[in-house]
Nanobody, 114 residues
Framework: QVQLVESGGGLVQAGGSLRLSCAAS????????MNWYRQAPGRQRELVAT???????NYADSVKDRFTISRDNSKNTMYLQMNSLKPEDTAVYYC????????WGQGTQVAVSS
């Protein structure tokens, strides 16, 4: 069965950095397009970044030039490097895979203080 496990969240001051990880199992990771979403309190879940099996990336305008999505197929792991963090980046961050349906991790909390 598909399992996605996020890690790396925490509390950081504005301007700081965090790196999130998403470890995947139960799939042929190397051929899967993967996504990071986030959900802030009282807001809808939003797509943050996408990486295809070939390594092409796409970002929400709000994180472009600050966040970098990457993957290590040898470790079945996807990453989100987040730099220049802002208070508005505070949210629960989720790893996502679309494979007939949506698969989600449990989420990891990111809190950015001003």
């Amino acid at each position: 069965q598909v399992q996605l496990v996020e890690s790396g969240g925490g509390l950081v001051q504005a301007g700081g950095s965090l790196r999130l990880s998403c470890a995947a199992s139960g799939i042929i990771f190397s051929i899967a397009a993967m996504n990071w979403y986030r959900q802030a309190p009282g807001r809808q879940r939003e797509l943050v970044a996408t990486i295809t099996s070939g390594g092409r990336t796409n970002y929400a305008d709000s994180v472009k030039d600050r966040f970098t999505i990457s993957r290590d197929n040898s470790k079945n792991t996807m990453y989100l490097q987040m730099n220049s963090l802002k208070p508005e980046d505070t949210a629960v961050y989720y790893c996502n895979l679309k494979l007939g349906r949506d698969f989600w991790g449990q989420g990891t909390q990111v809190a950015v203080s001003s």
